[in-house]
């Protein structure tokens, strides 16, 4: 058995999953990401868009107490978005707007008026309500989309719910959830290993670090966007093994997937072979 | 509320789905299917392959009484296939070599023997296991893989489980749980239509059909390959709707998936037009 502090459900919530419409590539992802981190998930629920089910599938995932509970979907600005109500419920809080949603709401329409695709930001009642979530719940950074994620705790259980739109889900838990879990981790040991590849679109390296994820588990690589330096797209490739013992084979691993990744690119060129793996933890 | 006789639960069981390594397919496939005949699935679970989360899901599932708990993965012959003895668990009966299973293994073994790809038929312990099923239970013929699938009933739910590997859970599925999805179904009215189709092998027709069916929902298509004739592959192609009222509505849906899939097939030739649409039921 897994120690639980290491545990993880998650829950799925779309009537799309469950009419054959939309094929749950979520669930996927996210395990794979977790299992890199040396999280064990043990459960995974799909429920419909429907306050009751997403709340009593909340209550009996908080019972069985995993370290996390990561619930995805229906975090959008229509009535059919429910998640939040169904948390609200099964937390036992009120729903209430939060300013620090509201800010980071206003921001993403404040930089789409800025790229000049909207005139002016409107906090329209449909906008007011994706900041409305539950009390003492603290809203995560979406920098892709417009619906913050969610972060609460109820009886030692993390939760967190993020947008069910694939490229919001991967953005907030790459950027907001990913620091959180690795800290959660302390305790194991990991190698990192750090590259830096440019020329390349992170839309372009995205699929291919799915796939050398998908091919050496246990690798976990987040891609850290430095924006465009003379012209060229700039990324930092953070390589991370979690160790249980014997370091070498985790640089082995490591190795493995970097020459992977760089195969796929067919890269001509430039990285910044930089660091020798650095081991961190005990 | 759908009526409580057309809801479905899904659990799916495997490691594979929880740690990033396998897409779950098999869980839009099977909800597509259910969704064309009228059934609502109401929630899917996802577990490790182990007996205490396989039976705890199964008992909750039945606790909230769907019509049927359709079961996905762990029949196989290895240790690690241990979904029969969380439904035993679950259902409180004892696990027993069925003489009707065994009989449906023997008859696989036997067709690969008259194939010529092995030479006598050989009943190892593993290959018992796959006939060890729970007492009462009845063994669900797999015309594609080994272990058949398993029909049983506990308080008035209807469980089956079928195999992980997708060819041999549509296999069941379509031959042995559709007519009887269907006659449950009875107080429905169904509108079909036979059409015929020739020189195109069942394995190149089966992801049209997939797709047919994700476009036209409430569309079913079921394929019934007669065999070779003249040296041409046949098959008759069924396409079921049901009606609340509209027949008009539902003969239109049929022929416009009709022209979707025969467009797509690229179809030469031969159809045989056949029948009008008929209309069964109340």
Known sequence: MPSRRLTVEIINVGNELLDGRTLNTNLQWLCGRLSALGFIVKRAVIVRDDITDISASIREAIRRKPRWLIISGGLGPTHDDKTLEGVAKAVG??????????????EHYERMV?????????????????????QGARPLRNNVGTAPGVLLRKAGVKIVCLPGVPSELQDIFNNELYPLLLTESRGRKFITKRITVRGVLESSLSPLIDEAMKRFRGVYIKSNPRGFEGGESVIDLDFIVGVSGDDKR????????????????SYGGKTNEGDQPQRHGK
């Open 93 to 106: 809080k009120k729903l209430k707007v939060s300013d620090e949603a509201l800010e980071l709401i206003r």
């Open 114 to 134: 800025e790229k000049g695709l909207i005139e002016r930001v409107e906090l329209t009642s449909a906008r007011i309500k994706m900041a409305t979530i539950p």
């Open 250 to 265: 985790a640089e082995q691993l490591i190795s493995e997937a970097e020459s992977f990744l760089l195969e796929r690119l």
